[in-house]
């Protein structure tokens, strides 16, 4: 009897552990764009700041760079809406652009495309986008091109938004690594879109290459297929209770707990990147 309890425990503790972590992943903010719009007062003047991407915008992955932006803007002043989306790609922010533009925001901020790179750098990765976001394909440059372009466009036809676009972070922090020669390719995409749309760009990825540069820090990890160890993170952070800073230590990096997702360090640079756009500094 002593030993079918064992096997039981043995089969239900990780399966109620994947059961809430992934709860957890598909679950969104609280203040997402249709929870705002239920929520917001008739005659409430305040600015509304949509923040809208995927994970790393979503925030309970990492470190949350838009409840650290909220603190710092004058609450009495603006609405931060969060429109992350964990996992998603550029053609599903295709999809969400009507429940960004019903908020009537005043701004706009774009941060996506680390997963439209991620699912192209490995096939392993390809096979968990495919499973979770039901991609069929690999996505390619010039498909996340037309996708930002597309979101650019429609914001402009169909918003009052002052509008910003963010080079995507690095995916781990060895600036020779593979996985950065492509996200530098990425920033570059992403800087040309905003140049031709006329919209402001903010230099994230920029800002990371030369902290990493001044500190002449160098990572024990080389890039490797990130799916292991984002779930290891995710165990640490919601099962042990070890922070998303910790964790970053402890995997040897300065701004990210798992190659992708952002520490309260990284956080805190895009959330100053974003207060500077908001508030006429950028």
């Known amino acids: 009897m002593y030993f079918a309890l064992f096997l039981l425990l043995l089969v239900a503790v990780p399966l109620g552990i ?103 750098l490995d096939d392993k990765n390809m096979a968990t986008y495919r499973q979770l976001k039901k991609i069929s394909e690999k996505p390619l440059t010039d498909q996340y091109r037309e996708n930002v372009s597309l979101i650019i466009e429609a914001l402009k036809m169909r918003s009052r938004a002052r509008i910003a676009i963010m080079s995507i972070p690095l995916i781990g922090e060895k600036l020779n690594d593979k996985a950065n020669a492509q996200t530098q390719a990425y920033a570059e995409i992403i800087e040309q879109l905003a140049a031709f749309h006329k919209i402001t760009y903010l230099p994230l990825q920029e800002k990371q290459r030369a902290f990493l540069t001044k500190t002449k820090f160098s990572p ?29 230590a402890l995997n040897g990096f300065l701004m990210t707990p798992d190659y992708l997702h952002l520490n309260t360090f990284g956080a805190n640079m895009v959330a100053g990147l974003v207060a500077d756009f908001v508030e006429g500094r950028a």
Do not use: W
């Not at 990492?62 to 429109?83: C, M, S, T």
């Not at 990890?221 to 099962?239: D, E, G, I, Q, S």
């Open 220 to 248: 024990k990890r080389k890039y490797k297929p990130t799916t292991r160890l984002v779930a290891t993170t995710m165990f640490r952070r919601y099962v042990l209770g070890q922070s998303f800073d910790k964790i970053a």
């Open 18 to 120: 994947f059961i809430y972590l992934y709860r957890l992943v598909q679950s969104l903010p609280l203040n997402h764009p249709v929870a705002f719009l239920e929520e917001l007062e008739p005659g409430d003047e305040r600015q509304i700041v949509v923040c809208a991407g995927d994970d790393l915008t979503q925030g309970n992955m990492g470190a949350n760079y838009v409840d650290i932006l909220e603190d710092k803007l004058d609450q009495r002043l603006y609405h931060v809406v969060n429109a992350g989306v964990n996992g998603d790609l550029s053609e599903h922010l295709v999809n969400r652009l009507d429940e960004i533009i019903a908020c009537n925001p005043t701004h706009v901020v774009l941060l996506i495309g680390t997963n439209d790179l991620n699912a192209m």
